[in-house]
C-alpha cells in the first residue's frame, strides 16, 4: 500500500506515496529520561565523580550511551563508567518508561492503515525490545532495531540503509520520524523525509535549523496534520 507525499515545511505533511514509518525511540515515542539519568548518577557516585544534571542528560541523549558519556567522564574512568552505567540500566530499564502523547494512538492508526512500521534507535536493542513489549506494541513493529544488533550507530548511513533493506523499503517510500538531528541526518543521508516533534531533547527552532522536514510541538499535532 502507498500513499503522496505532500509536504509544505514547516508543519503540513501527508502520507502519500509512503508505505513505512521509522520511529526514533526516546524523547519520540517514550519519556525515558529519568531512568537514563539514574543511570548516569549511579555510575557517576561509584566512581566519586560529581554527576551530571538531569539538564545535562537529557540534552546528550540521542547520540547513543558510548558516544555521550565522553561528555561526562574523562578518559581514565569513561571505560569504568561505562560498566556502572550498564549494570545499572540492566536493572532499571523498565522503570520509569512514559509513552508519549499520541504515540499509541499514531501507532494504531499507522497500523490500521498498512503502514510497515520500525522502531529505529540508539537505545541497545535488546532492553528496546523489552520495553516495546511491556508496552504491548512490540507486534505493531516489522523491525525494533537498536544500538548493538549491528556495527552502525545513527546517524551513520549503513545503519539507515541496513533498516530500509531489512524492511524491504527504499528510501524514497519511507520517512522517518525522530525529535533529534541525529534522526534528520540519519533521513538525509538515505534520501528519507524527517518529521521531528519537539518533545525531546531539541527545541522546534533547533529542528528547523537542522533542515528537518516538518516540525511539530509532539506527536498528537503531527497525527492531525497527516490524517486531517
Request: with cysteine.
Amino acid at each position: 500500500m502507498q500513499h503522496a507525499l505532500v509536504n509544505q515545511f514547516p508543519n503540513q505533511a501527508s502520507l502519500t506515496g509512503i508505505s513505512t514509518v521509522l520511529f526514533d525511540m526516546d524523547g519520540t515515542l517514550v519519556d525515558h529520561f529519568e531512568t537514563i539519568f539514574r543511570c548516569y548518577e549511579y555510575a557517576a557516585k561509584a566512581l566519586g565523580k560529581t554527576p551530571p544534571t538531569y539538564d545535562e542528560v537529557k540534552r546528550a541523549v540521542g547520540g547513543s550511551m558510548p558516544v555521550t558519556i565522553k561528555s561526562f567522564f574523562d578518559e581514565d574512568s569513561v571505560e569504568a563508567a561505562k560498566k556502572h552505567w550498564t549494570k545499572r540500566f540492566d536493572e532499571i530499564h523498565l522503570e520509569g518508561v512514559r509513552l508519549l502523547d499520541g504515540a499509541r494512538e499514531l501507532i494504531e492508526e499507522l497500523g490500521r492503515r498498512n503502514f510497515k512500521l520500525a522502531v529505529f534507535t540508539n537505545k541497545s536493542g535488546d532492553p528496546t525490545r523489552n520495553i516495546m513489549r511491556s508496552l504491548e506494541l512490540h507486534e505493531s513493529f516489522s523491525l525494533i532495531l537498536g544500538a548493538g544488533d549491528t556495527e552502525f550507530r545513527k546517524p551513520q548511513p549503513e545503519l539507515s540503509k541496513y533498516a530500509l533493506q531489512q524492511l524491504n523499503s527504499c528510501s524514497s517510500e519511507s520517512i522517518l520520524i525522530g525529535d533529534s538531528p541525529f534522526d534528520i541526518e540519519s533521513a538525509k543521508c538515505v534520501g528519507m523525509k524527517s518529521f521531528c516533534v519537539a518533545t525531546g531533547s531539541h527545541s522546534k527552532e533547533e529542528l528547523v535549523a537542522a533542515n528537518a522536514d516538518c516540525v511539530f510541538d509532539g506527536l498528537p499535532e503531527l497525527m492531525k496534520s497527516i490524517f486531517d
